[in-house]
């Protein structure tokens, strides 16, 4: 669960008094007013570590800001005093004292109630390597003893129990990616390219029966992200459009969720968007859509693509067996500061599986990644070789890992995702499986 403004200022705080943590989250970069808090804490504290009281000037403009905000809300606060029984007050207290006297100037949101997901065991259940795993889904009607998914541009099977991997044979494609289970488990559709076309295809369990479902009219056309209706009648699918765009080469335009009936018939386009997936009633889809800036949103609409509405920042949408949760992955940004280094900004990129609960719009996070050890003593080697600057510096980084591709067992508490580990080695890919609690 995202920490409110004022969890996130005593976190700073303890971080402050901590000599043993180096580096420390700065918090949402555009939030100013949280920015002026962690600056007044830090005021406080080289003021305690200088053994010396705030200067007159300091504490007149606290004094007065206490005074606006309790006269503009009636407040029956006492007021405030920096020393208590000729002491002064531990950091923490003088800042959490002081700091909450102006906390509603700063639009503070009260606490969020508890959430009614939660993780309560993540383990790996297979260890790629070097290749990365993508479209991973468990098969229906196997509970989670089965998992496909597909890696190196083929299609693969996996047997949970005693890890055995098995592949399907490419038969004249030059790939196969992206597949997905029809409801019973009897067929599976998937994005493939061969004699010069990417479309759409489904084929037995077993590997027979192939069947061409989508045929793009052009090599500038590709089809995608097939995902089948409940009633196994339907699929999804996103198209993507490919054209040559000089001095710059090739640009991807228009991305659009159409539908198709699983014998080849009926194809339709939907809405604007991509990465589409049917509600488990049939009744809504929901899908991604790219805004102008480059943000992704997941957003949702009936089954014939009206009443469309956005929902939240992310991609990746997956839905629970039963309607309740939508799993997505969701982008983060964070600067994060070192206490040697105040002129180094490390601005480090993560990717989160979250869970959207469509009955009260409640977001959780599932895996929230974080700044590796590894790459702290990296940077840190970097700060040490660089010349020293007046000007902030910036340095670009990962998390410890990226996690993507979320989808749900039919149990409803369990979730399948990929994870790409960032190993002094290179990336390492692994199929993680979460277990929840869900109230």
Not at 218 to 234: A, I, L, V, Y
């Amino acid at each position: 669960m995202a920490l409110n403004k004022e969890e996130m200022l005593s976190d700073y705080i303890d971080w402050l008094n901590d000599e043993r943590q180096d580096i420390h989250p700065m918090g949402i970069t555009a939030d100013k007013d949280l920015e002026k808090m962690f600056e007044t804490a830090e005021m406080i504290h080289s003021m305690e570590l200088e053994q010396s009281e705030p200067s007159q000037a300091f504490m007149d403009r606290v004094s007065k800001r206490i005074r606006e905000e309790e006269a503009a809300q009636k407040s029956k606060k006492k007021s405030f005093s920096w020393k208590t029984a000729g002491k002064w007050l531990p950091l923490g207290a003088a800042a959490v004292v002081a700091l909450s006297l102006l906390w509603n100037a700063f639009g503070a949101t009260p606490p969020a109630g508890a959430s009614d997901i939660s993780v309560v065991e993540i383990k790996t259940i297979a260890d790629l390597r070097e290749s990365a795993a993508l479209a991973p889904s468990y098969r229906p009607g196997m509970g989670r003893e089965e998992v496909i998914y597909s890696k190196d541009d083929q299609i693969w099977r996996l047997q949970t129990e005693n890890g055995e991997k098995t592949v399907f044979p490419l038969n004249n494609f030059q790939y196969m990616h992206d597949p997905a289970w029809s409801p019973d488990g009897k067929r599976l559709a998937f994005a493939g390219y061969k004699n010069g076309k990417e479309g759409i295809w489904i084929m037995n369990a077993d590997g027979t029966v192939l069947q061409q479902v989508t045929d793009p009219p052009s090599n500038e056309e590709f089809h995608e992200h097939p995902n089948w209706s409940p009633d196994g009648e339907t699929l999804l699918f996103s198209k993507l459009g490919e054209k040559i765009v000089e001095p710059h080469g090739a640009k991807v335009v228009g991305n659009e969720v159409w539908k198709v009936n699983a014998d080849g018939s009926g194809l339709k386009k939907i809405t604007q968007g991509g990465s589409p997936v049917w509600s488990p009633l049939g009744d809504k889809i929901a899908f991604t859509r790219t805004s102008a800036e480059g943000e992704t949103f997941i957003w949702l609409a009936d089954s014939d693509g009206s009443n469309a509405e956005k929902l939240t920042e992310g991609s990746e949408p997956s839905w629970s067996p039963d309607g309740r949760f939508i799993a997505f992955v969701q982008k983060r940004e964070e600067n994060l500061k070192l206490k040697d280094a105040p002129s180094a900004i490390i601005q480090a990129t993560y990717r989160d599986v979250m869970a959207l609960d469509t009955t009260n719009g409640q977001i959780t996070t599932l895996t929230k990644n974080e700044f590796s050890k590894r790459q702290l003593k990296e940077v840190k080697k970097q700060v040490e070789n660089q010349t020293p600057s007046t000007s902030p510096i910036k340095y670009m980084v990962s998390g410890k890992f990226d996690d993507g591709m979320p989808t749900w067992a039919k149990d409803g508490k369990h979730i399948l995702l990929t994870r790409n580990e960032n190993t002094e080695e290179g990336s390492h890919f692994r199929l993680i499986e979460l277990t929840l609690t869900i109230k």
